[in-house]
């Protein structure tokens, strides 16, 4: 099979990855200037001259992480699952025993090419808009005959759970790269979805009073090592959206996007996100129209 021709050379890239990420914040945290000893006490620095060498410590912080960044880009892990994903999709699963090369992703029964960049979207054989993972439940249901609950039983993956959704997830991705993000509005539940999408982003609540706003509605900022990207205007949010899914280095596993909004609703202690639930996807139609227009390069890796 593909992905075991390619496992060799990736699992040595992901610890030189990794020992190259740790390289890479040790050499950012020691750029501040920090003295081996105390100084001796000296009268109040000005405010400009703190500022000033404040500014020089994030910029080269910055820098080593975007080396760090650019290393990444060398090798991907991500191409496993989508070795395995192009081997699920051909393959004869289910009561029905059959594959979903008829799946209609948008495009026509079998069209894989481009068909996530115009995701999600309004299918008329269910009368709902559907992102990539619930039009997956609905081909795995339709052409396989696994029930709603087999096709979405644990999405995501762990060390003791290699789900097919993010092996199929990586491997429809895969081959929308190079393609022009085009997520259309002209049907009126597109539309709603939209505004539904909005309004969720927005929408302050939990015990921190937290929305997706909150982190991702603002230039320049960053939590920790990490830019919080501004999902309201264009160029920041192609530049996001696009590079899910991506493979996880610290957690040694691919995650999708509807992992990437699981997991922001738990970091802001809302109640749990269900999997392709018509929240799920009416945030993905927002913030996926917001990236209109950008070039889907995914997947991608992380740190």
């Known amino acids: 099979m593909r992905s075991e021709r390619i496992l060799t050379c990736i699992t040595a890239t992901t610890a030189a990855l990794v020992l190259l990420g740790m390289s890479a914040l040790a050499q950012a945290q020691s750029s501040s200037g920090a003295p081996a000893k105390p100084a001796p006490k000296a009268a109040p620095a000005k405010a400009a001259p703190v500022k000033a060498e404040a500014t020089r410590s994030s910029n080269a912080t910055v820098r080593e992480i975007e080396k760090y960044r650019e290393a990444l880009a060398d090798g991907n892990p991500a191409d496993l699952w989508e070795a395995r994903g192009e081997d699920l999709w051909k393959q004869k699963r289910g009561p029905k025993m059959a594959s979903l090369e008829q799946c209609d992703l948008g495009l026509g029964p079998g069209k894989v090419k481009g068909a996530y960049a115009q995701l999600p979207r309004y299918f008329e054989d269910t009368d709902k808009v559907e992102d990539l993972e619930s039009r997956l439940v609905t081909c795995m249901v339709m052409l396989q005959g696994f029930t709603y609950d087999q096709a979405k039983r644990a999405p995501f993956g762990s060390p003791d759970n ?19 993000m085009n997520v259309g509005m002209k049907h009126p539940k597109e ?6 999408g909005k309004r969720l982003f927005f929408h302050r609540g939990g015990p921190h009073d937290f929305s997706c706003a909150t982190c991702h509605a603002q230039d320049d900022i960053r939590i920790r090592l990490q830019d919080l990207p501004n999902l309201t205007k264009k160029e920041p949010a192609q530049r996001a959206y696009t590079a899910w899914p991506a493979y996880r280095v610290s957690q040694g596993e691919l995650r999708s996007f509807q992992w990437r909004l699981f997991d922001c609703f738990r970091q802001q202690r809302f109640p749990e996100l269900e999997f392709t639930s018509q929240g799920s996807v009416a945030l993905t139609m927002f913030l996926a129209h917001n990236a209109n227009g950008g070039t889907y390069n995914a997947p991608s890796i992380k740190r």
């Open 191 to 196: 539309k709603e979805a939209y505004e539904i």
């Open 162 to 180: 290699k789900p097919a959704m993010e092996a199929l997830v990586a491997y429809v991705t895969a081959n929308s790269r190079g393609v022009k």
